[in-house]
């Protein structure tokens, strides 16, 4: 059965390949990249200085699908893929009229606006070839903040959507898909932001604090700026801004580790990293859009009509939630989360620290929407498996199918869905 209204997938961060044009190498989206260069990830980073990340290089090349190395290998996208096109999908490029499936490849390193207006354009594109400018989104983790700002603000920039202007736009989006979306944040991306990250435990490459700083989504899924994410030594709740930059320095969080600052500053990528002044100052810079990014998604949008959303959640295992703050007696900060050696065995440490959730985010933050948003909640669904794993499994394609196959609602004006998810509904209720 071939389908009439296309469907675009849009993959979490880290989900699309990137390219270095210039010498003709892929630095990321191959097995190899899971592995290599040893470098801490810094052919990876963004320039943080302004101005400085115009110069950067590297460009989106394909979503990923599978990647092999030797006797080692992952699905990513693939199972997704073939299950769509299964289901009577035929996928390939967005200027060919007669296909209905596609997958956005973006650069994972920008910021979630620029990543939305990129996506907008590509969304006029597709509807520009066709007759009907229906399309529907598919949308994975920290994909889902970018595809709900699309459907509310369209290619705004944030000070345009901040002033109330009306988006333009030849398409209609008429589903909304989110799959283990964090869109309420995710305290692991504290931990990696402060911690680093490998893709590939214990012999995969390395990608430092550092660099992960230097990636501006991560900044945007960092849970919004509501109830208390920090506790003490004694468990009780701290109040801690965490879109507060002067907090960062406070607690010694990524860069301004004074063991990471000091390797920053007598190291040779100032062109990366730049000095103590430049670091603090795209702090600020981030932390400052990513929360007036959240405060948009809570707000009324004047363009979000005829729109219906589908919920993929997934509370089969933990995820973190909180992070205990730990002072010395010489006055240093430690920061512990849910995962490290001292509170995983440590019951009520634990309990403080996690909640019921995929790894990633939580259930709360999954079922995080606003009001206008809740008004127009189709049907949810559940999973069980990690974050990502959740995406090869046959109970998230059967989902997806059949969301993809359900009667679409005809307009927000229309009377209310009176489905609301337990989460949801316990936030709207706060």
């Not at 799959?179 to 430092?208: C, D, I, K, T, W």
């Not at 295992?317 to 002072?327: F, T, Y």
């Not at 949810?380 to 993809?404: K, Q, W, Y």
Request: hydrophobic share 40%; charged share 25%; aromatic share 8%.
């Amino acid at each position: 059965m071939e389908r009439e209204v296309p469907v675009v997938v849009v993959p979490g961060v880290t989900g699309s390949r990137l390219k270095d044009p210039e010498r003709d190498i892929e630095v990321w989206g191959t097995a190899r990249g899971f592995f290599t260069p040893k470098d801490r990830g810094h052919s990876l980073a963004l320039p943080i200085r302004e101005g400085d990340e115009a110069r950067d290089a590297l460009v989106p090349n394909g979503t990923i699908f599978h990647v092999r190395l030797l006797t080692w290998s992952k699905e990513v996208y693939r199972p997704l893929r073939r299950a769509l096109e299964q289901g009577g999908y035929r996928s390939g490029e967005l200027v060919q009229p007669e296909v209905s499936l596609f997958f956005f490849d973006y650069d994972w390193r920008r910021d979630n606006v620029e990543i939305a207006k990129r996506l907008h354009q590509s969304l006029e594109l597709l509807a520009s070839g066709r007759r009907d400018p229906r399309v529907h989104l598919v949308c994975q983790s920290s994909g889902a903040r970018v595809c709900r700002y699309v459907a509310k603000y369209g290619g705004l920039s944030l000070e345009e959507a901040e002033a109330g202007e009306q988006p333009k736009r030849g398409y209609r989006l008429t589903k909304l898909i989110l799959v283990g979306a964090s869109n309420g944040g995710s305290m692991r991306q504290l931990h990696e932001l402060h911690n680093g990250r490998r893709y590939v435990p214990s012999v995969g490459r390395f990608l430092g604090p550092e660099t992960l700083f230097t990636l501006r989504p991560l900044f945007g899924d960092l849970p919004a700026d509501y109830g208390a994410l920090f506790v003490d030594e004694g468990g009780k709740l701290l109040a801690v801004d965490l879109y507060d930059p002067a907090s960062w320095t406070t607690y010694q969080w990524s860069v301004f580790d004074p063991q990471i600052a000091r390797r920053l500053d007598e190291g040779p990528r100032s062109e990366l990293f730049g000095d103590a002044d430049n670091r603090f100052r795209y702090l600020s810079e981030v932390l400052d859009r990513a929360r007036r990014v959240h405060r948009l998604l809570e707000l009324p949008a004047p363009g979000f009509e005829g729109t219906s959303i589908y919920l993929l959640l997934n509370g089969s295992g933990v995820a973190p939630a909180r992070a205990q703050l730990v002072q010395s007696k010489e006055g240093a900060w430690s920061t512990r989360f849910f995962d490290d050696h001292a509170v995983r065995n440590n019951l009520h440490l634990k309990s403080l620290l996690g909640a019921p959730g995929d790894g990633h985010a939580t259930l709360a933050s999954q079922s995080v929407l606003s009001k206008q948003e809740l008004a127009v909640v189709a049907d949810e669904r559940e999973a069980s498996g990690g974050h990502f794993d959740v995406m090869l499994t046959r109970a998230a394609h059967n989902a997806i199918l059949e969301f993809l196959g359900s009667p679409e609602a005809a307009s927000e004006t229309a009377a209310p869905n009176t489905f609301i998810t337990r989460a949801a509904a316990d936030r709207q209720d706060d």
